[in-house]
C-alpha cells in the first residue's frame, strides 16, 4: 500500500511510520522536520500545513490511507479538501478528550461530545477536546462513513512518553527519594486506569488501514485499578519499601497536582474526573487491538526515561526533595 502519515516524525507518528514500514508499505510522512526526521525506510515530504500549499508536493499522488495526527482544524479541513479524492482510505488519530462528561465510567462512542472549536487553529490546550471535535467532523463529513476511521485513544505510555506519566512509578520505586524507601501514593486503589502502549496503537492503526476498517472506536488499554497498576509497578521496579497512602483531600490542600505536569501523583485523577480515562474499548477489541502486559510498557517506559534519548526533565511527577518534604509534613501532621 502507498501510506502517507501527515505528522510522522514524533512519538506515535513516528512509531506509526515504523510499523507500516515493517509491514511492507511504501510510506511517506510529512512534517515540518522540527520534531525530526521519520524513522528509515519512509520518504520525507518538508512541509509547513500553516503554509498555502504545503500539501502540493502529496496532492498529485494516490494513496491507499492517510493516517493524520493533527490537532488543527484548519490543518485537517484543508487536508480532507486537498488529499480525499485521491486517497482510498483515512484514519484519524483523535482523543478521548472530545467527550463532554469526565465524571462517568465506561463511556462508549456514543456519548456526547464537546462543542467543536469554531476556529482554525486551537490556540491553547483548553481547547483541545474542541478542536479535535472539529477535525473529526471534516474528516467524517469529508470522507464519509465508510472511508474513514477515527480513533479515540485515552492515555498513551511506554518508550519515548516524554510527559513522564506512564514511566514515573516504576521511576520512583526504582530510586526512592528517602534513605527508608517510603513512595507517597493517592489512596485511590479503585480509580481505574488505562495506558495503551504506543507501540501497539500504532500497530492497530496500521492493521485499520490495511482493513479499510472505518467508523469512531475509542482506543485504550486493559482497565486497572490504580492499585493493581501499583503493584505491577512495583513489581517492574521490584521494590520492597512501604508506601504512605494520602487522600485526595490532603493532596490538593498539599498543592500537589493530579495526573500529569509538576509536582503531580501521575495517574491519579480527582473523583470528578475518572472518566477520562475510563473508557469502553470494546470496538476497538472486536477491530484487532491487541495489547502487551501493562508490566512491559511500564518497564519500557521507565528504562526509556534513564536513557540518553529522554530529556532531562520530564513532565510528571514529584521531585525528590517535593515528596521528602511533603513526606515530613505528614510525619509531622501525626504527631
Ligand atoms: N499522548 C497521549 O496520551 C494522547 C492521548 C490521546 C490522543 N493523542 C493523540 O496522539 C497523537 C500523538 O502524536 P505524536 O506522538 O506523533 O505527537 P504530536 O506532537 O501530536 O505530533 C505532531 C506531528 O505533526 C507534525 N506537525 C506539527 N505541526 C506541523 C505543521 N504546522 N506542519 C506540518 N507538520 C506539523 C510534527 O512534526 P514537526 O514538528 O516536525 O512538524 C509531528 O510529526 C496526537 O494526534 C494526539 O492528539 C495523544
Not at 23 to 33: F, K
Not at 47 to 71: C, F, Q
Not at 74 to 99: E, K, M
Not at 119 to 133: I, L, N, P, R
Request: hydrophobic share 40%; proline share 6%; charged share 25%.
Amino acid at each position: 500500500m502507498r501510506i502517507l502519515v501527515l505528522g510522522g516524525t514524533a512519538w506515535l507518528g513516528s512509531h506509526i511510520v515504523e510499523a507500516a514500514v515493517q509491514a511492507g508499505h511504501d510510506v511517506t510522512a510529512l512534517a515540518r522536520g522540527e520534531s525530526g526526521g521519520p524513522p528509515e525506510g519512509a520518504r520525507f515530504v518538508r512541509a509547513d500545513r500553516d503554509d498555502p500549499g504545503a500539501l502540493d508536493g502529496v496532492a498529485g499522488e494516490r494513496w491507499d490511507a492517510v493516517l493524520d495526527l493533527s490537532r488543527q482544524p484548519g490543518q485537517v479541513r484543508r487536508a480532507v479538501d486537498a488529499l480525499a479524492a485521491p486517497t482510498g482510505h483515512w484514519v484519524f488519530v483523535s482523543t478521548a478528550s472530545v467527550y463532554a462528561d469526565s465524571t462517568t465510567r465506561g463511556t462508549d462512542e456514543s456519548a456526547e461530545l464537546l462543542p467543536a472549536l469554531d476556529a482554525d487553529v486551537m490556540e491553547t490546550m483548553e481547547s483541545y477536546g474542541s478542536a479535535k471535535v472539529a477535525c473529526e467532523r471534516f474528516v467524517l463529513d469529508g470522507l464519509g462513513p465508510d472511508r474513514a476511521l477515527v480513533a479515540r485513544p485515552s492515555l498513551i505510555g511506554g518508550p519515548g512518553d516524554r510527559s513522564g506519566r506512564s514511566g514515573y512509578w516504576v521511576s520512583r520505586f526504582t530510586r526512592p527519594s528517602n534513605p527508608e524507601g517510603r513512595v507517597l501514593v493517592p489512596d485511590v486503589p479503585d480509580q481505574p486506569v488505562q495506558v495503551l502502549d504506543v507501540r501497539d496503537l500504532a500497530d492497530w492503526l496500521v492493521r485499520c488501514a490495511e482493513a479499510r476498517t472505518a467508523g469512531v472506536a475509542n482506543v485504550a488499554g486493559p482497565t486497572h485499578r490504580f492499585a493493581d497498576h501499583l503493584d505491577t509497578a512495583r513489581a517492574v521496579a521490584g521494590f520492597t519499601g512501604s508506601l504512605e497512602a494520602v487522600d485526595e483531600e490532603w493532596l490538593t490542600a498539599h498543592r500537589v497536582q493530579p495526573w500529569a505536569g509538576p509536582r503531580s501523583l501521575p495517574l491519579w485523577l480527582p473523583r470528578e474526573a475518572v472518566g477520562l480515562n475510563a473508557h469502553d474499548t470494546s470496538r476497538a477489541v472486536d477491530l484487532g487491538l491487541r495489547t502487551r502486559p501493562l508490566a512491559d510498557t511500564l518497564r519500557d517506559a521507565a528504562g526509556w526515561q534513564q536513557g540518553a534519548d529522554a530529556p532531562l526533565s520530564l513532565g510528571a511527577g514529584l521531585s525528590d526533595a517535593e515528596e521528602r518534604e511533603l513526606l515530613a509534613t505528614r510525619d509531622a501532621e501525626r504527631r
